[in-house]
């Protein structure tokens, strides 16, 4: 494993260098596979030990790299020893990369792999919490919140899979003007019965005709108003009224969520921390940080200087209270129930400003653990449309994405014969819909192209998972020759060498991605092993080998799909083993 060569190269640092062997595991790096060239397996910047101090600065770079790789003795571990321009270059012995990369596997502990690494020490492990998806009740689910969705979905499942207790949190949008608009508009144009049939559209249709209807009806805005005074008062029908609705979207999106393989642990919303926002009002009032701006409104000055030149309003002039004074209050709410040790908010970056003067507001308010609250913005989507128009709900995409690629395998020569081509087609549609999301940068904006998300060549959704499918039936097709001990010897050629190397990486892939989380990184990365296991597929055979080689073959094999599938499900992917 990447960890027994790590320790055992910073081990050698550490006695030649006089320090303990924990200052270079994290300055160590897996050397990046490139083609199938002949590389080192680790590399060790000198720059790196010249900022902690362990070198010193004053030197020439060049000079002391060569000195040190000079110092640095070979052992039955490291059998190469290189200086390159201010870097050292480690190989380790072949044979021994072998066994120790592939004798984990095939002991029932292949999940495992990468997750035990002495890198992730420094991880602070304990409670996080992640909201994340958070659509409004009657208003469409857009772009954005498929995208707040799946990428929360990412971050919770890569803090689990790294040992935190994680807490799934959708905060719905179910409070506001927009449900008085919504109870006023349902006694004039909803039906019942459409309800039953169908929720989402139903609420979506009725909230669009009613808030055509207050454009130019003053007694419909005045119907609006009363309704939601009913709600903030608490009066029976309404609140009735109210939660029917809530209760029916909840259970419409558990079954959309459900096709995307995301779950909540809690279900929470606006309407959860109404009463206590106006406590967070009086508490903000009594330390003497609210303040009356000219329009009567209450304010929260956090201008550097104190001079009002920036302001929050927490508070309307009538008195009600707003979406950050209820994003306030549930903050508070959250860490007095929780206990949480962090708070991820995953949400478009519009909401920048948002969450920067929330996390303000609240260290002002004397509430230092604001410090491990955290805001992932992403961008926008464009372009993202059905054959049918413009997007309105999720389903839509999800029904799109399976009905286009049942046609691409129906077409295909290499489908196999599926039992549910269906839900094949589903999961790898939601693939290809993940891997186009997490290719770059999540605050970049992207366009959004069908065509090119849903080829099987290049680097797709659609291609790890023919990938994993692929090694599945080979595994399949061979299982006479899986073996309990295999021969390290019959692996050495470059194309089985460069795998190992790659795999190399894994645990380094899953340490960056919780530092910045982003899913780009171990998205490439399993791009990458599928590229390399193509080849591989294409000059190992496993049939026809014999016995020995069939054994030691079939576990490299293995070993790629378990880490394939492993860096799936941290994605939020299902791999499939048949398409």
């Not at 196999?416 to 939601?430: F, Q, R, S």
């Not at 999540?442 to 692929?470: K, P």
Request: glycine residues 6%; contains cysteine.
């Amino acid at each position: 494993m990447a960890c027994f060569f790590r320790r055992s190269i910073a081990a050698k640092l550490g006695r030649t260098l006089q320090q303990s062997e924990d200052a270079f595991i994290t300055a160590l790096s897996a050397v990046p596979v490139f083609k199938k060239q002949q590389s080192a397996d680790f590399k060790l910047p000198i720059g790196t030990l010249r900022i902690s101090g362990i070198l010193p600065s004053n030197v020439d770079i060049q000079q002391q790299t060569e000195t040190l790789a000079n110092q640095l003795e070979q052992d039955s571990v490291v059998e190469e020893i290189s200086a390159g321009p201010g870097v050292i270059h480690f190989k380790v012995n072949r044979k021994l990369l072998v066994q120790k990369m592939l004798e984990l596997f095939g002991k029932d502990e292949d999940d495992k792999f990468g997750l035990n690494s002495e890198l992730f020490n420094s991880l602070k492990r304990g409670t996080t919490l992640v909201e994340y998806s958070s659509p409004n009740i009657a208003k469409k689910f857009h772009a954005g919140h498929l995208r707040s969705t799946i990428i929360g979905n990412f971050i919770a499942n890569l803090k689990q899979s790294l040992g935190h207790d994680v807490i799934r949190m959708n905060y719905l949008g179910d409070w506001g003007m927009q449900f008085g608009l919504l109870g006023a508009g349902f006694s004039q144009f909803g039906c019942q019965e459409k309800l039953k049939q169908n929720p989402l559209q139903h609420l979506f249709e009725v909230y669009v005709q009613v808030n055509k209807e207050a454009e130019h009806n003053e007694d419909m805005k005045q119907a609006a108003r009363d309704f939601f005074r009913q709600l903030e008062q608490h009066e029976g029908e309404a609140v009735s009224l109210w939660q029917q609705f809530r209760e029916i979207t909840v259970v419409e999106y558990q079954r959309v969520y459900k096709r995307l393989g995301v779950h909540f642990d809690v279900y929470s919303g606006e309407s959860f921390h109404q009463d206590r926002a106006q406590e967070v009002v009086q508490q903000l009032q009594n330390q003497g940080l609210l303040k009356t701006s000219k329009r009567g409104t209450g304010v929260v000055d956090l201008s550097p200087a104190g001079d009002m030149s920036s302001v929050c309003t927490v508070l309307r002039s009538d008195g009600t209270t707003l979406y950050i004074t209820r994003d306030l209050a549930a903050a508070i709410d959250r860490k007095e129930k929780y206990h949480f040790n962090e708070m991820i908010y995953v949400t478009d970056k519009s909401q920048a400003n948002h969450f920067s003067q929330l996390f303000q507001i609240l260290l002002s308010a004397g509430h230092s653990w604001a410090d491990s609250c955290q805001h992932v913005p992403f961008g926008l989507v464009r372009g993202m449309k059905t054959r049918s128009g413009e997007v309105v709900f999720l389903e839509d995409v999800l029904d799109e994405a399976r009905s286009r690629m049942l046609h691409n395998m129906s077409r295909s020569t290499t489908t196999k014969e599926l039992e549910n081509p269906e839900d094949t087609a589903e999961k790898v549609g939601i693939s290809a819909l993940i891997v186009q999301d997490f290719k770059g940068p999540l605050q970049s904006d992207y366009s959004f192209d069908w065509e090119r998300m849903l080829q099987a060549q290049g680097d797709t959704g659609v291609f790890l998972q023919y990938t994993h499918a692929r090694l599945c039936s080979l595994i399949r097709r061979n299982e006479e020759a899986q073996a309990a001990i295999f021969d390290p010897s019959l692996l050495l050629e470059q194309t089985s060498v460069s795998i190992l190397q790659h795999l190399l990486r894994y645990d380094e892939v899953l340490f960056q991605s919780v530092q910045d989380l982003q899913p780009k990184h171990l998205v490439n990365f399993l791009l990458k092993l599928s590229h390399l296991v193509a080849s591989a597929h294409r000059e190992l055979p496993v049939k026809g080998s014999h016995q020995d080689v069939a054994q030691a073959r079939l576990r490299l094999f293995s070993a790629a799909c378990s880490v394939l599938a492993n860096g799936m499900r941290i994605l939020g992917i299902t791999p499939v083993d048949k398409m």
